[in-house]
Structures are given as structure tokens and as C-alpha cells.
């Protein structure tokens, strides 16, 4: 089918009007109409090559929900005009301990999960697009199933920024008797502190700026630190057991690590480019671990999904435009300060469809990998 999107040809390039073909379903997979996608940090990240792995053209997007418009043999999780979600991954071995244990983000199979972009497979040329197009396809296992009475346009960021802190926050048992930090009140940051209250723990937010201190608390968070005053920092000292730190960019650690309780864990979402400088002396002799995590299996993305709709939780957003990306990805690259989700309503994409006809430049057509069957296995 004949699919336009939001792509960059190269690091340094604009996101522009991309044209190209992706395949009809095959058995167990579902076709869909994207009708909202999130924009996550990583996209930015991957736009511009921070992690030195990006393939072009990169047309991103991981946080994607549409409506199905067409079912492959033997699908039976979904059906033609269901509200279905797409997360971080597209694909994966199916065949792992991993995949089994159902955390297909940690596959372990010859190529590891297949990302929704920039999913290189086996092959030099394989590439994935995500969700900044017209239409997606996928095989129905990392299809999530929304909610009734979800609005779909909440969807998306439950499916990166939300499962992203959901499931450290479940690996590492935050509940009732848990005091929960959350570093950098962001995207992930302000799902955090959400969900956090969801599961019963007491939240600490930290942020850099005064002025989010009433919004957060307004937001369900029970404390508010900023971070860069040392004598609320100080006061703090032990009060942690569990941090997260959603933070996308290099930064200094250490005045976090003297807010974790002895046996106290800081866990890194954001940032995956360094550190410097981790002191270890208080790791040492208090036990803290620094540990990291990536986005979450679909059962349990499932599971956030399912939670935010019976808890009535929802990501703040802000509507924009499909034509808009490059000013919102230009607001994220100079440190985006705000504690929302920029959420890309894709009725603006399909209203300029047919002019985009002659503009749209072609790009080769994505290959989303083999379909392995889980059953079979
Ligand atoms: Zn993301
Ligand atoms: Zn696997």
C-alpha cells in the first residue's frame, strides 16, 4: 500500500514529505490508519544520529495508535475498525528465553527486537518506519489492544514514555511502602509520578525549575525537590529507595546518588549516551545500585494501558500538527522544559495527502522482518 510520512534523509536535514510502498498484511498480521502518534525524545535522538546507529531515511514515530483497516489470515486479536496501539518494538525472535518470558525489548535472538524505527533486520538494507506516515503494519502479537472508553489520542505516550516507567517501577517492587523519585519531570518524568501514585507509593519529584512545583503537586506528586537548590538536596539526603531518572541528556549523578536510602536503587530510562565522574565511595558503603531500563514487554505494556484506563490516568499533551514536527523537535533539542507530551494529531497528514501526491519524495520501501510464529514454537 502506498504510504506517505515525515522522514530525515540524512542527520542534518529537515523532516520532509516521504513517499513509499509497505507490504499488505501477510497471515498474522494488521493493517491500520494512524490516526495520533506521540513524539518521544528518541526520535530526536535518532533524527539526528545521537546514538550513531540511525539509517536513512528515518521516519520515526514509536508511539502510534490508528484504527485497523485490514486483518491478515488468522488474526484473531484484532478486527476492521478496532482502536489498536503500537509501542517501541515491531517485531522480535518470538523464540528466546526472553520473547517467552514475555519481555521481547530484552530478545535476545540473532538481531534482538525489531524497533518500529529504525529497526535494521539481518540484512544491510532493512529498515523500519514508524508512526510519522499514513499507515502502518504490524503482526498482530505487538498490536496493543486499547481500552473502551481510553481516548485514543492518550494512547501513544502510554506506549513509550509510560511503559518506560512503568515497568522499572514493577521490576523493582514500587508499592505502598516505596518512596519513589522521579528525576526530570518530562515526558516520562511527569507518567511517572502518575503512575507511581497509582501503585500506592509515596512520589518525590525533582525537577530544575520553581515554577513547576505547584503543577506537579497538583499532578499527585507528594514532594517537590529542585534540584539545584544544595539545601533541598541536603534535606533529602537518604529519603530515596527507588529513583527514576528520565533525564535524556548527560548530567551529573552524584547529588542523586546522596538521596538513595542504604539498598536503594537509581534506575537510568533517559539517558544512554555517558556519565562522568560516578563517585562510587557512597555507592559502596551504602549498597546503591545504579541500574538501567528499557521500555517494556508488550504484556506489560498491555498492563500499563489497562491501568491507566481503569485509574482514569492520562499524559498531558499538546495537540500538533503532522507539518509542525521540525519546530516541535527543534523546542526538545534546546532541553524542552515543559512537562507535557507533544502528541501529533495525523488528521493533518491525511487532510494534505493529495497535494502531497507530486511534493512527496520517494524513499525504498521498509521491510519489517520475517513473521515467526510464538504458537509453533
Ligand atoms: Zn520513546
Ligand atoms: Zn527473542
Redesign the pocket.
Known amino acids: 500500500m502506498k504510504v506517505f510520512g515525515f522522514g530525515a534523509q540524512d542527520a542534518d536535514k529537515e523532516l520532509t514529505p516521504l513517499v513509499f510502498d509497505r507490504k499488505d498484511p501477510r497471515a498474522g498480521e494488521v493493517a491500520f490508519k494512524v490516526t495520533y502518534c506521540g513524539v ?4 530526536l535522538h535518532q533524527v539526528r544520529n545521537d546514538w550513531k546507529n540511525t539509517k536513512y531515511p528515518c521516519i520515526p514515530g ?2 502510534v495508535v490508528g484504527e485497523v483497516t485490514e486483518v491478515g489470515e488468522g488474526v484473531t486479536r484484532f478486527k476492521k475498525g478496532d482502536t489498536i496501539g503500537v509501542g ?1 518494538m515491531v517485531n522480535s525472535c518470538m523464540e528466546c528465553e526472553k520473547c517467552h518470558d514475555n519481555v521481547e525489548n530484552y530478545c535476545q535472538g540473532p538481531i534482538g527486537f525489531t524497533g518500529t524505527y529504525n529497526g535494521p533486520g539481518k540484512k544491510e538494507d532493512q529498515n523500519t518506519y514508524g508512526g510519522y506516515s499514513s499507515h502502518m503494519v504490524v503482526r498482530e502479537e505487538f498490536g496493543i489492544k486499547v481500552p473502551k472508553g481510553y481516548d485514543p489520542k492518550y494512547v501513544g505516550p502510554v506506549l ?2 509510560g511503559i ?1 516507567v512503568y515497568s522499572p517501577m514493577k521490576h523493582w517492587n514500587v508499592g505502598k511502602n516505596t518512596t519513589l523519585g522521579v528525576a526530570g519531570v518530562g515526558g516520562l518524568g511527569h507518567m511517572a509520578i502518575k503512575l507511581g501514585k497509582a501503585l500506592g507509593a509515596k512520589v518525590v519529584a525533582l525537577t530544575r525549575s520553581e515554577g513547576k512545583k505547584d503543577k506537579l503537586l497538583n499532578m499527585g506528586a507528594d514532594e517537590v525537590i529542585i534540584s539545584e537548590n544544595k539545601d533541598d538536596m541536603k534535606a533529602a539526603a537518604q529519603s530515596i529507595d527507588v529513583l527514576i531518572n528520565t533525564i535524556p541528556v548527560p548530567h551529573d549523578i552524584n547529588p542523586y546518588v546522596n538521596l538513595m536510602k542504604p539498598d536503594g536503587s537509581i534506575v537510568i530510562v533517559g539517558n544512554l549516551i555517558n556519565f562522568e565522574n560516578v563517585v562510587p565511595a557512597p555507592l559502596v558503603v551504602n549498597r546503591i545500585s545504579i541500574a538501567g531500563s528499557l521500555i517494556g514487554g508488550i504484556k506489560e505494556t498491555q498492563e500499563v494501558l489497562d491501568i491507566c484506563a481503569e485509574h482514569d490516568i492520562s499524559p498531558d499533551i499538546k495537540m500538533v500538527k503532522m507539518q509542525q514536527i521540525n519546530d516541535v523537535l527543534d523546542t526538545l533539542e534546546k532541553g524542552n522544559d515543559s512537562d507535557f507530551r507533544h502528541v501529533i494529531d495525523m488528521q493533518s497528514l491525511h487532510d494534505e495527502i493529495d497535494s502531497l501526491q507530486d511534493k512527496a519524495t520517494q524513499v525504498k520501501n521498509p521491510d519489517r522482518g520475517e513473521v515467526v510464529n510464538r504458537k509453533a514454537s
Open positions: 518521544c525524545h528518541s526520535d514509536h508511539e517501541c513509550c514514555a518506560t
